[in-house]
């Protein structure tokens, strides 16, 4: 709807750039209109036409009469922009808002887990298309899902509201990996320094997660899958630490129950509504070294499906 796009995306953008007045730097210069540039950046992430393809589309309407580099870094620069604008739609919530998101009244899968206070993880691809180099397409390789991607984790409260979102990592890269990476045991032990003793504390995934640590005071509950995941690996989606199982230490408490994963389930379900854009569903991207444009994208379209999941239109 025009109105969703005119308030959600082109607004935030409008706000960001009157903040930014002082500091002519951050203004961008374009010919071409704020409102014209987010639709063009929308379009690009529904669709997966290559860059000539869609610079041919804009210049046969007339929409957009300059070159192909140059309608590149229209949209990279409007998407690190957009993503800047909305990146605070993303965030870790207070411990009232996230009591509201865990009421087990309302959410399924959460009566069994009344006084837990959940913060489900889950990786998932931006698949590319082949990358050309051998070095770039072993680094690149998810071997359990056999293509080539971009990696990224996500976390969400029972109701699937996003509440954080990791970089995009290689795709080589185990989920307990990228865990770590993400540096989520850190940034949640920083915003939750005082437990309330009322509730626990959770972290909670599947078998991919198997060897991580949790933050200090909060457990780890897994699916009843990553017991086996113990014994072995035929999928080679973990990897035994070679300091040894963190879970055999009795410094955290680890279960394995199957039934969290009915609530565990939110978290596929979100990552979902990310994917509905094409752009990052489909391996139509080319690999780019150290490109933020595909960070961006995935930035926005977390935001945007905030905003649906919030909203109940998923």
């Not at 308030?7 to 706000?15: V, Y």
């Amino acid at each position: 709807m025009i109105s969703v796009i005119q308030d959600f995306f082109i607004e935030p953008l409008l706000q960001s750039y009157h903040q930014a007045d002082r500091d002519q730097r951050r203004i961008p210069k374009s010919d071409s209109k704020i409102q014209d540039r987010v639709l063009w950046v929308l379009i690009w992430l529904w669709g997966t036409h290559s860059l000539n393809q869609f610079h041919e589309i804009l210049f046969t309407t007339g929409t957009y009469l300059k070159s192909t580099d140059s309608l590149a870094k229209v949209i990279k620069n409007t998407a690190s922009d957009l993503a800047e604008a909305l990146r605070h739609q993303i965030k870790l919530p207070s411990e009232e808002e996230w009591l509201r998101h865990s009421d087990p009244s309302t959410i399924e899968g959460m009566e069994e887990y009344r006084n837990h206070l959940m913060m489900i993880i889950d990786g998932t691809s931006l698949p590319i298309m082949a990358p050309k180099l051998e070095r770039t397409r072993q680094a690149m390789y998810v071997s359990y899902k056999s293509h080539y991607a971009w990696r990224y984790m996500i976390a969400c409260l029972p109701s699937g509201k996003i509440v954080s979102l990791s970089e995009l990592e290689e795709g080589k890269m185990l989920d307990s990996e990228m865990y770590v990476e993400s540096r989520l045991k850190q940034i949640l032990e920083q915003q939750y320094p005082n437990l309330n003793a009322q509730f626990k504390y959770v972290i909670v995934g599947d078998k991919g997660y198997v060897y991580i640590v949790p933050p200090e005071g909060w457990e780890l509950l897994l699916t009843k899958s990553g017991e086996s995941e113990i014994r072995s690996s035929p999928d080679g989606q973990t990897s035994r630490p070679s300091q040894g199982d963190p879970g055999e230490a009795g410094t955290f408490i680890r279960r394995f129950e199957t039934s969290i994963a009915r609530a565990r389930s939110v978290v596929e379900r979100s990552i979902s509504v990310i994917k509905r854009w094409r752009r990052i569903s489909t391996p139509c991207s080319i690999f780019k070294q150290g490109d933020r444009l595909n960070r961006d994208l995935v930035v926005i379209a977390t935001a945007y499906a905030n905003y649906l999941i919030t909203r109940n239109l998923q």
